[in-house]
């Protein structure tokens, strides 16, 4: 293989490289660190948002957060949040890692969206294939051993939406099932 740095201008790019790898270096240390503290300051806010819905009570937390601190509801859930998530810790490097990564995934700026008319939230549509996909994919787990099935429960809890399909679909009649019904 040639001496590529013997040119000139490969040479210059690598230098100016080698500086800019640097430069991201150090900032990424001084991100790191940044995030460290802000991951303290989080933690140990949580902490009294914690304490403080546990004197409020139920119902008046978020209303006292609005009427009180200079953060939005979000924010002060996330926190209370990371906080509840790891209650036994006494530093920041007792955090598990997953509220950490949840907790930081919380800074991605929710988008904008603009206010248009006639914007409206729209209801959930309901159709049957959607119980058929939710039952294909159990039926899936099972083959392959993620999910265990309860025969007995399974018959007792799924035994009124068979009725129901029998009647409604087959238009088979109580009687004719009554065979078949699981016991109690």
Same mark, same amino acid.
């Given at each position: 293989?040639?001496?590529?740095?013997?040119?000139?201008?490969?040479?210059?790019?690598?230098?100016?490289?080698?500086?800019?790898?640097?430069?991201?270096?150090?900032?990424?240390?001084?991100?790191?660190?940044?995030?460290?503290?802000?991951?303290?300051?989080?933690?140990?806010?949580?902490? *009294? =948002?914690? $304490?403080?819905? !546990? +004197?409020?009570?139920?119902?008046?937390?978020?209303?006292?957060?609005?009427?009180? @601190?200079?953060?939005?509801?979000?924010?002060?859930?996330?926190?209370?949040?990371?906080?509840?998530?790891?209650?036994?810790?006494?530093?920041?490097?007792?955090?598990?890692?997953?509220?950490?990564?949840?907790?930081?995934?919380?800074?991605?700026?929710?988008?904008?969206?603009?206010?248009?008319?006639?914007?409206?939230?729209?209801?959930?549509?309901?159709?049957?294939?959607?119980?058929?996909?939710?039952?294909? *994919? =159990?039926? $899936?787990?099972? !083959? +392959?051993?993620?999910?265990?099935?309860?025969?007995?429960?399974?018959?007792?809890? @799924?035994?009124?939406?068979?009725?129901?399909?029998?009647?409604?679909?087959?238009?088979?009649?109580?009687?004719?099932?009554?065979?078949?019904?699981?016991?109690?």
């Amino acid at each position: 293989m040639k001496n590529h740095l013997a040119n000139p201008e490969l040479t210059a790019l690598r230098e100016e490289s080698l500086a800019l790898i640097v430069e991201l270096d150090a900032i990424g240390r001084d991100i790191e660190s940044k995030l460290g503290i802000a991951l303290d300051k989080a933690w140990q806010l949580g902490k *009294r =948002l914690v $304490r403080q819905k !546990e +004197i409020l009570g139920h119902g008046k937390w978020l209303l006292w957060v609005e009427s009180n @601190l200079p953060i939005s509801d979000r924010h002060a859930r996330r926190y209370k949040e990371l906080a509840e998530a790891n209650p036994r810790a006494t530093c920041v490097g007792d955090l598990s890692e997953d509220s950490v990564r949840k907790f930081r995934l919380g800074f991605v700026p929710e988008k904008d969206r603009p206010k248009l008319v006639g914007d409206r939230a729209l209801p959930r549509a309901f159709h049957h294939l959607t119980l058929l996909n939710d039952w294909r *994919r =159990l039926e $899936r787990r099972l !083959e +392959i051993g993620q999910a265990q099935l309860d025969q007995e429960a399974a018959k007792k809890d @799924l035994w009124p939406m068979f009725e129901w399909l029998a009647g409604r679909v087959y238009g088979l009649t109580s009687d004719t099932l009554s065979h078949l019904r699981p016991p109690g």
